[in-house]
């Protein structure tokens, strides 16, 4: 009987029998619970997770500086007003909107009534503004119309690539070529020897002042300066007397020459690297480009 587990042979085994049954199942079901939970074999479709793409990166167009589109000036000022040589004026342009770049070698070319002339630009787009340096009897600025100047940015008047020593030589307002690839070289830390004629170290010799500051700091490796109405009379032709040995030793096979100014004192300088380097050197750097000129 069940009630007090007694049982017959018969119903025992009745009872054996259900709980075998019992048991498989229970056995079955784990070993199906097992090989759901078995990784899939290679080839076999397995459905992957769903994976919401990421939203594409928002793209914000680069700022680009507006074309100029005008000029003003922004000061004006007579250098050397107590000189008894040409006065000079220095006029700084500032675009009416927009912003320009340019190089050491560029210029501007401004339209007046007696038509239009060039003037190499003595500074450079860091500084915030196009400086130039013009004779008094052309200064447009009195006049000057927003469109009047004209940038022209791809002049060719600069020193050529690499780190050979550079030889500059130059008079009045000839520095204004000369100035923009002196601050290029500092910054670059290459070697440059400036050469640099003025009328009277008294009355002229404003734009020698960051000249002289630039051979304090050692940025400008050497400078000389001369003043043709001064104590010494000297000219920029003169540094070159009897200093073969320097000059040579100085340019070298790579060297390279920037003269500007005026076209007397740049033929004088031609004679003296000629005498000093020799013919096939000077023609050598012309045809290489290490030896450019900006004559007036």
């Excluded at 017959?8 to 709980?19: D, K, M, N, P, Y």
């Excluded at 997770?49 to 928002?58: L, R, S, Y």
């Excluded at 008094?136 to 060719?156: I, K, T």
């Excluded at 060297?255 to 005026?262: R, T």
Aim: glycine letters at 10%.
């Amino acid at each position: 009987m069940i009630g007090d587990l007694a049982m017959t042979s018969w119903e025992a085994e009745l009872l054996r029998i259900g709980v075998g049954t019992v048991l498989g199942l229970m056995a079955v079901g784990a070993i199906t619970r097992v090989f759901r939970r078995k990784p899939a074999l290679a080839g076999s479709a397995v459905p992957q997770p769903v994976v919401a793409p990421a939203p594409a990166p928002a793209i914000v167009p680069l700022s680009r500086p507006a074309p100029v589109n005008g000029w003003r000036v922004a000061a004006r000022e007579v250098v050397n007003a107590d000189s008894r040589a040409d006065k000079l004026v220095q006029i700084d342009l500032e675009p009416t909107e927009g912003a320009a770049s340019w190089r050491a070698g560029a210029s501007v070319e401004i339209a007046t009534a007696q038509g239009a002339r060039r003037y190499p630009i003595a500074s450079l787009p860091s500084e915030g503004h196009v400086r130039l340096w013009v004779p008094a009897l052309e200064d447009p600025s009195a006049a000057l119309a927003p469109s009047a100047v004209r940038l022209v940015a791809d002049g060719a008047f600069r020193a050529p690539d690499g780190d050979a020593p550079v030889l500059m030589v130059g008079m009045g307002a000839g520095l204004a070529a000369l100035r923009p690839n002196l601050m290029e070289m500092r910054a670059a830390g290459r070697k440059c020897w400036l050469i640099y004629g003025e009328h009277n170290p008294v009355t002229d010799g404003a734009l020698c002042d960051e000249l002289i500051a630039w051979q304090e700091d050692g940025s400008l490796s050497r400078l000389d300066l001369t003043f043709y109405a001064g104590a010494d009379g000297r000219r920029v032709e003169d540094v070159f007397v009897g200093r073969t040995l320097e000059f040579r030793g100085w340019l070298g096979d790579d060297g390279a020459v920037l003269v500007s100014g005026p076209h007397d004192m740049a033929i004088a300088v031609d004679a003296a690297l000629r005498r000093h380097m020799g013919d096939a050197w000077v023609e050598s750097a012309i045809a290489s480009g290490r030896y450019r000129r900006d004559i007036a």
